[in-house]
């Protein structure tokens, strides 16, 4: 991994604690890291592990071991007290902009609070609530409606008012989970660019987890690939959608449906994602893979490095020269 | 439409009772769908296309009012009784809706959810029922059917929740299937599984598929004929190829540019600015023209009408977007 890393996971495990079961491991071994002005891209199925990965990301859920630093400072799990100044400046947007704001509370009062608690200084709540006009124009909102209540907007308008209150503290890095997959079709569209563009310009880290694989295609400059608690492959984005090196990203670009290419049904992947608390022996991939070998049912996959930042988990990927 | 069409839908229209009084959530719409032939309606939240689904089956809320008709074997659906349109529903039209969860009991088993209505509207016995029931968890691929019956729905997941769901609107061997975004709330992997199933099943028994989405890529891959809906109206409507081929109505072709197109990567999607119109602010003239690249003066207080443009399609656009249009 690389040393200018904004957000860094390294060899991440999270494991959920169940009464009177083996714990799952939700995450296993993950490394994956963000820079500066980078869009990444995490995609996978549900239940894949990549909503716990992003939440460990920002310090949600605490790793059971591995690490994440920030800006180099460890990011310690969220707990009673107020979060160190330094991490504020790490920020999630969550999928459901209903759940995330607040329903009570007038759009421009709580942008007004992100600002005061971003900055930790103590910042005056008139002056706070004076860059509420900006905030709300840099999401492409009118400032007329800090007033109004979030009841009054539709799923786009609300996640643009989750992100303006995500830049109200000045983030260096936004980890995303699902944040367009609550929304109509048309919304979907501006509300990804909308946050690849905010990013682009303040020179931010994204980290954006979709299970939307064409929407990843078109904004991150790198993409990783979860499976079961695993991130299978991660690399340049054209690259890792254009000749995947792993079975199972192959697999997810065969499936995606392609608009206006005539009567071709996208092809299936048989079987189901396992349960995490009994993931298979060997590779966690092979009862579903279609190129799968003796040995990947008892030997871990290595990671191979197919190019220089292009890495698959997987015993038949091999290096390839390059372009 | 020829005579070997199962549904025609004729000049259909629902009024809404909302808080402002009575909109028209459905204006006008007419569609045919034949024997074995897959049609997909598509449209955004708000443009209808749901409310155009529970007026087949009847199930629209309290004080709703529809005219026009709906043809189905012969028989105008809307005009049976209720006891009349329980034969006809779940029977011969089925519908299988996005969230699986809301039309499978929590706290059934899928034996006792999956035999009932096969019981009710065959007049099997609870083992002939049982029988139909294996059969159609085979033919959506559950693995291990028998132990599928025994099991309760939050056992599954979600994609095998949703196969559940189209086994048990396919065990009464309906004709006609309305697939209201049956494959929205799932993983593409899981996606690809429904719509090779479903293409199967039009194929194998000649089962005919209203499915309605907003995802034209979806659609582009199954359905025969698109009707693309926009703020209760038919906006454009042909063969597939045909419409996603050219889009000719300016909101297909917004709905196409704003798609992620697994083909080009690099360049941002083109979203449609705005969002669709409410039922309550629904606008004057052309209801798309607030958001329209193309329009021009008189869109803002004409209705389009749906005219024949050749090439089988149908379009409600006075402006063609083909055509070079002075800005």
Known sequence: ?323 | MTGEALLEVEDLTVRLRTARGIRRAVDGVSFAIREGEILGVAGESGSGKTITALALLGLLPLGARTSGSVRFAGTDLLTLRRRELQKVRGAQVSLVSQDPMTSLHPLLRIEVQMTEHVRAHLGFSQEQARERALEMLAAVRIPDPEQALASHPHQFSGGMRQRIAIAMALACEPRLLIADEPTTALDVTVQAGILALLDRLRRERGVSVLFITHDLGVLSSVADRICVLYGGRVAEHGATSVVLGTPRHPYTDGLMRALPGAAVAGAAMTPIAGSPPSLDAMPAGCAFHPRCEWAVATCATRVPALRDVGDGRLLACDVDPLAPVPS
């Open chain 1, 1 to 323: 991994m690389s040393a200018d890393a904004l957000l860094e996971l390294r060899g991440v495990d999270v494991a959920y604690q169940r009464r009177g079961h083996a714990p799952v491991r939700a995450v296993l071994g993950a490394s994956l890291a963000v820079r500066a002005g980078e869009i990444v891209g995490l995609v996978g199925e549900s239940g894949c592990g990549k909503s716990t990965l992003g939440r460990a990301a920002v310090g949600l859920v605490a790793p059971t071991s591995g690490e994440v630093r920030f800006s180099g400072e460890v990011v310690a799990p969220i707990g009673r007290r107020a979060r160190p100044v330094g991490v504020r400046r790490l920020q999630m947007v969550f999928q459901d902009p209903y759940a995330s704001l607040n329903p009570r509370r007038k759009v421009g009062e709580q942008i007004a609070d992100a600002v005061r608690l971003g900055s930790g200084a103590g910042v005056r709540a008139d002056v706070a609530l004076a860059r509420v006009p900006e905030l709300l124009e840099r999401v492409g909102l009118s400032a007329q409606i800090a007033h109004r209540f979030p009841h009054e907007f539709s799923g786009g308008q609300c996640q643009r008012i989750a992100i303006a209150r995500v830049l109200a503290s000045d983030p260096r890095c936004i980890v995303a989970d699902e944040p367009i997959s609550a929304l109509d079709a048309s919304a979907q569209a501006q509300v990804a660019n909308l946050l690849a563009a905010v990013a682009q310009q303040s020179g931010l880290g994204l980290l954006f987890i979709s299970h939307d694989l064409s929407v990843v295609r078109k904004i991150a400059h790198r993409t990783a690939v979860m499976y079961l608690g695993q991130i299978v492959e991660v690399g340049p984005t054209d690259a890792v959608w254009s000749e995947p090196s792993h079975p199972y990203t192959r697999a997810l670009v065969a499936a995606i449906p392609r608009p206006g290419a005539g009567s071709h049904l996208p092809t299936e992947l048989p079987g189901d994602v396992p349960d995490p608390a009994r993931p298979p022996s060997g590779c966690r991939f092979h009862p579903r893979c279609p190129v799968v070998m003796d040995r990947c049912r008892t030997d871990d996959p290595p990671v191979v490095e197919v190019a220089p930042g292009w890495e698959s988990l997987c015993l038949r990927s091999v290096a390839r020269d390059g372009p």
